[in-house]
């Protein structure tokens, strides 16, 4: 079996492979100041209660864009499973080739997302990651990754209407049923989600535009992506599983038993 890990700024995601099966995936909040022993111990009781045996875990890969996690992450790996985990980044197999003007500053989550998109669905396409931050990326029909597009999350621009406004409370992120709002609360749903699905859909538009392809397929996952997915035609594809699809495509072509 082999665990597969993303680190991102909100939250950590844990899944298990038995061969290309996914057996469960769970997620913790992302915290600078926990242990070795805390990490080991939470993953041994999250495998525990799922009733995965977690003797048979003889892999790991982990990607992270949080540095002051790994070395606690990696030390429970290695002190709880006797694993030493592919960690993504420089000198990994991706299948990508990474064109930006720097490629070290690509966070490793966003390069298994371009792996599994162009892996399961080709190229060219546009992948998009709704995450802490709603990025955009380009990937040519030979697996070339050279434009990438970063825009605040939804979470963090309905935080920052709440935390920066003495009056606007704090609200759930969902669309309301029609955009002409009667209160607080719904105007700033309405604000929030429809003109999150118009920033979505102007920048798919305007990066077909500037590649000169009406044709590329839009695939996209994470947080509250299905809410702008469902919302417009835009989208071709909303995988939920595309970070953990990623790590297991990679771990595959860096494995060495």
């Not at 998109?117 to 697996?143: C, H, M, N, R």
């Amino acid at each position: 079996m082999v665990l597969v890990v993303d680190i991102d700024n909100t939250n950590i995601v844990i899944g298990v492979y038995k061969g290309n099966e996914l057996m469960g995936n769970w997620k913790m909040v992302t915290k600078n100041e926990k242990t070795s022993d805390e990490y080991g111990i939470f993953i041994l009781n999250l495998l525990k209660y799922n009733d995965i045996d977690y003797h048979n875990i003889n892999s790991a890969i982990v990607s992270s864009v949080v540095p002051n996690v790994m070395y606690s992450f990696q030390n429970a790996l290695k002190k709880f499973f006797d694993i030493e985990p592919i960690v993504v980044g420089p000198g990994v197999k991706t299948g990508i080739t990474i064109m930006t003007d720097n490629p070290r500053e690509v966070g490793a989550g966003r390069i298994v997302g371009l792996v599994a998109a162009y892996d399961l669905y080709g190229g060219p396409l546009i992948v998009i990651d709704f995450g802490t931050a709603t990025t955009y990326d380009v990937v040519s029909e030979k697996g070339e990754f050279k434009y990438g597009i970063t825009s605040p999350g939804i979470q963090i621009s309905a935080d920052a209407m709440w935390q920066r406004t003495a009056q606007l409370p704090k609200i759930e992120i969902k669309k309301p049923d029609t955009i002409l709002a009667k209160n607080t609360i719904t105007s700033m749903q309405a604000g929030l989600v429809y003109g999150y699905i118009g920033q979505v859909e102007y920048i798919i538009k305007k990066i077909k535009e500037e590649m000169n392809n009406e044709n590329m397929k839009v695939v996209a996952t994470g947080g509250l992506g299905r809410l702008i997915f469902d919302e417009t035609s835009e989208i071709d594809v909303f995988d939920s599983q595309l970070i953990f699809k990623g790590l297991k495509i990679i771990h595959d072509k860096n494995y060495k038993k």
